[in-house]
């Protein structure tokens, strides 16, 4: 570890006692802190003591209802604002890149990236902006090392299978607008999206999607933390991962 690191570890330690970091440094070992389940094998890092679940209930954690509950509340107007802009401000979609392989057929509409929210979304698509903030952002149940996106499958559009980077944070889709047609798979399971509800999975288990309809498919993707970790965890994993983003020129 970098002296940044230890030092940010240090002062985690010291606020919250010297076993609060112990899942954290067990990752950190050689073999990745411990046996995975086999469908996480491309997952970079796995954090132990996490139940190794590929889909959740969006309903089961008292720290998560307020969001699942606000998106779902608020979706017919999130619906009409989302096809409004599609028709009207398709420059603020872009193709989504992911892990550096762009897909022309798989448009993002970003409402948080960076660590921090998009102000220029605020116009765009309000009513999702303000759902994200007050729910998710200002509660701190954002993963503020990933991002918030209206994620929209064009037309026999897929999404290869792959493990994303770990298990630490987990996946919300908001079924935005969803024709017929439509799967997504998680550990080898696969569900079709409800529009106007909410699914919840862990993707550092292998998953992946498509859309076999004849329309765009939308849900707004958020990245939660996975409620299972703790407040010095989320702090020093913002920590680690921030500083390998830096050493590594990617901020």
Known sequence: MTPEIENAFAAI??????????????????????????LQKGAKWILPGLTPTPWHDPYAYPELTPVVGALESAHPVIKGELN?????????FSDYEHYLTRQQDWQALYLYRDGDLVEESAATVPTAYQVLQEFAVDTGAICPLLECHFSTLLPGASISPHCDLWNFSINLHLAVDIPDGCSITVAGETRSWQEGRCLLFDYSFEHGARNDGNRPRTCLLVDLWHPETTIPERRALVALISEIRRLMGDS
Not at 13 to 28: I, K, N, P
Not at 87 to 92: D, G, P
Request: charge should be neutral; avoid cysteine.
């Open 84 to 92: 409004s802009a599609w028709a009207v401000h398709r420059e603020a």
């Open 13 to 38: 330690r010291s606020d919250h006692g010297a076993e609060s970091l112990s899942r954290v440094e067990r990752m950190l070992e050689p073999g990745g802190g411990g046996p995975r389940h086999p």
